[in-house]
């Protein structure tokens, strides 16, 4: 079990969780919940033992300096910490972690039994993959919900996917056989540039649940950082005729599958988005 520091009562928590490692494409979805952490101030209330779930011969422990000079051990772990956002009037319960190595069922039971402990009443998970997607265009978010009223107030739709899962469809899978209220969203990071980071995917998540949440969500360095980015690809693509043929192919098809009303429906999300940051700046 879990054990949680002494908390208030919690104020209908949402809980939003990633976790590195096959789930998490050029590190797009951990990042988000490292972006929240700093920007909603959130802190560590817990913590998994790691010794029943991962092998320390994959994920490794690191030898550091602490702040007061001192050598210290840091083992791989799956953290939970709390944050009070000043425009969300509610908390959030923030998971971030390693996919583990083993016994998933009983990782997924302990992290969700923590949840409900603090009253938990929607569970958000993120991931990310790798797909046939151009850098150029929006980074598609795709999104499931079991709340019929989440999935007609966003237009999400079920997902058709069947194959190899990680650990993301796992914790979703027990929140549906738990009676968890939950979504997913996914962001599809261009495979040709996977490596981490990938601010623009990151951004892309932090729209999703800025939507589902109704809420603005300071962005700090990400816009800039997205930029650089993807200016950074375009210098690659210059450079090298075969990734620039292959990105315009990439465009070519995604413009021509994108229908003219989706496309509309999603500049005018994001033009509301930007409405509500630009009154939550100036409040």
């Known amino acids: ?129 790798l797909a046939d997607t151009p850098h150029t265009r929006p980074i598609p978010v795709t999104g499931t919900a079991t709340e019929p009223d989440l999935v007609d107030r966003l237009k999400l739709d079920q997902t058709s996917y069947e194959g190899p899962t990680g650990i993301v469809g796992v914790f979703q899978d027990a929140c549906i056989r738990l009676d968890f209220a939950s979504a997913s969203y996914w962001a599809a990071v261009p495979h040709y540039v996977g490596q ?12 999703a649940l800025e939507e589902l949440l109704e809420v603005s969500i300071p962005l700090g360095d990400l816009p800039e950082e997205s930029r650089a980015w993807e200016r950074g690809v375009d210098e690659l693509a210059e450079e090298e005729e075969e990734i620039a043929d292959y990105i315009r192919a990439l465009e070519e098809t995604r413009d021509t599958t994108d229908l003219p009303e989706a496309s509309g429906e999603a500049i005018a999300r994001e033009f509301e988005r930007y409405l509500k940051r630009r009154g939550s700046n100036e409040g």
Request: contains cysteine; hydrophobic residues 45%; charged residues 20%.
């Open 1 to 129: 079990m879990i054990e949680i520091e002494d908390l208030p009562e919690l104020v209908h928590p949402v809980v939003i969780a990633a976790f590195e490692g096959w789930n998490d494409a050029a590190d797009a979805s951990s990042t988000v919940i490292d972006h929240l952490m700093e920007v909603w101030q959130a802190r560590i209330v817990g913590a998994i033992d790691p010794e029943d779930f991962y092998d320390y011969q994959m994920n490794r422990p690191v030898v550091g300096t602490d702040a007061n000079g001192h050598r210290s051990l840091s083992w791989p772990s799956t953290q939970i910490a709390v944050a009070s956002p000043p425009d969300l009037h509610r908390d959030v319960i923030l998971i971030r972690g390693l996919e583990p190595n083993m016994r998933w069922r009983q990782f997924c039971a302990e992290l969700l039994a923590a949840c409900d402990e603090m009253g938990a009443e929607l569970v958000v998970s993120l991931g990310a993959l």
């Open 196 to 207: 981490p980071p990938c601010p623009k995917a990151t951004l892309a998540l932090i729209g």
